[in-house]
Nanobody
Framework: QVQLVESGGGLVQAGGSLRLSCVAS????????MGWFRQAPGNERDFVAA????????YYADSVKGRFTISRDNAKNTVYLQMNSLKPEDTALYYC????????????????????WGQGTQVTVSS
């Protein structure tokens, strides 16, 4: 059974930074792309960022491009999301997810292409 455990969320003022972490277990982590999604109350789950299995390719939502950076450490089975210049509209529950296809050539933003999800970590940005 694959498990994904997020951490690093919290309350931060606008303009501040946070780094989210997601530790994976139960599957060969290095063979799968990983993604971050977020969901604000009353909204659908939105794509934030994705990174290929090798770490060589990344893909971002337009709303976070230039502010957020996704990275991974395959030796630690961990994917990170560095979030800078945070805005109140970034407030949401952030989820990491594992791609269902091993060694996919491109990153995907489609939630249906991810088969394992963490429980989420709350990020709240005050104005």
């Amino acid at each position: 059974q694959v498990q994904l455990v997020e951490s690093g969320g919290g309350l931060v003022q606008a303009g501040g930074s946070l780094r989210l972490s997601c530790v994976a277990s139960g599957r060969t982590f290095r063979n799968y792309a990983m993604g971050w999604f977020r969901q604000a109350p009353g909204n659908e789950r939105d794509f934030v960022a994705a990174i290929s299995w090798s770490g060589g390719r990344t893909y971002y939502a337009d709303s976070v491009k230039g502010r957020f950076t996704i990275s991974r450490d395959n030796a630690k089975n961990t994917v990170y999301l560095q979030m800078n210049s945070l805005k109140p509209e970034d407030t949401a529950l952030y989820y990491c997810a594992a791609d269902k296809v091993p060694r996919r050539l491109v990153c995907t933003a489609q939630p249906g292409e991810y088969d394992y999800w963490g429980q989420g970590t709350q990020v709240t940005v005050s104005s």
